[in-house]
């Protein structure tokens, strides 16, 4: 990109938005960083959320056979198509730019291929992409996202610090850090640095179920345990699901989860052993 950034914006008048998240990243070295974690060819579709102003588009649109630019700022998306068709008044062919909410996007034309995402994800709505594409089918088969540090700790966290965020992650994908960056790699740089995590999404959960359950079962059960997580996991899944406290841990017993453990401690497996045991000790659960 021939202009900065900022040079950009005070050209156009505009001012980066808090509210959206507006923090873009600028640093050259950060941006490569991000795009080599994708491992991208010319037979890959990407997804990009939180175009702005095409720093990470046309890095992307040189190594993938497709990018789909998503913004969700209207004004952002109409300089974003100008910077990316520069002279030639045209946007590489290879480059899609959808304005919208990706949050309320079903369907980008993705069913019957395989697709990556690539993105600085908007700190705002970071767990709610990373749900978005991991629950819905189809899911892609890898991730490669900024986000805050902070998060990046919580998504990469093991049993003793877990949240429900780290289970919705990890449930579905393996993920690693891939690099660190500093607020000042942004424009204009946020109070916080940032973490690039790649999540790799297998075909196979990385937990098997027991016949029958699906997987809102089994994050019916989480979602109840976290609800109160300072509580045992008695109170929590009592309370969560309304079963009573003596049955809920009978079923913990029969898992071999101790009731008097919190959520946070528990792995992957062991919610699954929950859930099974909740489902075999009630007829009406889930």
């Known amino acids: 990109m021939a202009k900065s950034v900022a040079a950009l914006l005070r050209e156009y008048g505009l001012r980066p938005q808090k509210s959206l998240g507006q923090n873009f990243l600028v640093d050259p070295v950060a941006l490569q960083r991000i795009v080599d974690a ?19 588009t046309r890095p992307l649109s040189q190594r993938a056979g497709c990018v789909i630019a998503v913004e969700l700022d209207r004004r952002l998306a109409v300089i974003l198509a100008e910077q990316l068709a520069g002279t ?26 395989g697709y990556k995402v690539v993105a600085n994800l908007p700190y705002y709505i970071t767990s709610a992409v ?10 892609p088969e890898l991730l490669v996202v900024t ?11 093991g049993p003793g ?3 429900l965020l780290a289970i919705s992650v990890q449930f579905f ?40 359950l699906e997987t809102s079962d089994y994050f019916r059960v989480v979602r109840a345990g976290f609800g109160q997580k300072r509580k045992t996991l008695r109170n929590s899944l009592s309370a969560g699901l309304h079963i009573p406290p003596d049955k809920v841990e009978q079923a913990l017993r029969q898992a071999t ?13 062991e919610w699954a052993e929950v859930t099974r045991s909740l489902g075999e000790e009630f007829a009406g659960f889930p």
Do not use: C, W
């Open 38 to 56: 994708a491992d991208l060819t010319t037979r890959d579709t990407v997804v990009e959320v939180g175009a702005g102003l095409g720093t990470l």
């Open 88 to 113: 030639s008044g045209v946007p590489p062919a290879n480059v899609e730019i959808i304005q919208g909410d990706i949050l309320k996007m079903d369907d980008l034309g993705l069913a019957h291929r």
């Open 130 to 139: 990373l749900r978005h594409f991991l629950e819905d089918k189809p899911r």
């Open 147 to 157: 986000v805050q540090r902070e998060v990046a700790a919580r998504v990469l966290a």
């Open 161 to 163: 610090e877990m949240s």
């Open 173 to 212: 994908g393996e993920p690693r850090l891939v690099t660190r960056i500093p607020a000042g790699a942004f424009y204009p740089s946020p109070q916080v640095d940032s973490s690039v995590l790649r999540i790799d999404v297998g075909q196979q959960l990385r937990v098997t179920l027991a016949k029958g």
């Open 257 to 269: 989860v101790d009731p008097r453990r919190r959520a946070q401690t528990l792995s992957l497996v």
